[in-house]
């Protein structure tokens, strides 16, 4: 099991931008593709992004491909959501999310998800 803390949600205005961030502990981090998800009050969760195991592919949502930007950092367990020209649909919660299968390079279904995160609120103002 692997344990997933998100930081660095908040309060911004529309067109600003933020930094996710996901610290996790208790497996292989390097060996398992990484994702973002969100969920907005009302909505289903949704999938934002996913990152390969290797780091060499990344996948992204159409509502925020060109504006989000998903890496991660293996030596610091980290994965990252640089989020730029942020919009008042981008306001939910964010959930960092890891594969449930080994060296997997596709993270999109929610059903293929290992573990959750908390959640970390991000708050878009218009």
């Known amino acids: 099991q692997v344990q997933l803390v998100e930081s660095g949600g908040g309060l911004v205005q529309a067109g600003g931008s933020l930094r996710l961030s996901c610290a996790a502990s208790g497996r292989a981090f390097s060996n398992y593709a990484m994702g973002w998800f969100r969920q907005a009050p009302g909505k289903e969760r949704e999938f934002v992004a996913s990152?390969?195991?290797?780091?060499?592919?990344?996948d992204y949502a159409d509502s925020v491909k060109g504006r989000f930007t998903i890496s991660r950092d293996n030596a610091k367990n980290t994965v990252y959501l640089q989020m730029t020209s942020l919009k008042s649909e981008d306001t939910a919660v964010y959930y960092c999310?890891?594969?449930?299968?080994?060296?997997?390079?596709?993270?999109?279904?929610?059903?293929?998800?290992?573990?959750w995160g908390q959640g970390t609120q991000v708050t878009v103002s218009s």
């Open positions: 999310a890891t594969s449930a299968r080994y060296r997997s390079t596709w993270l999109r279904s929610q059903y293929e998800v290992g573990d």
């Open positions: 990152i390969s195991w290797s780091d060499s592919t990344t």
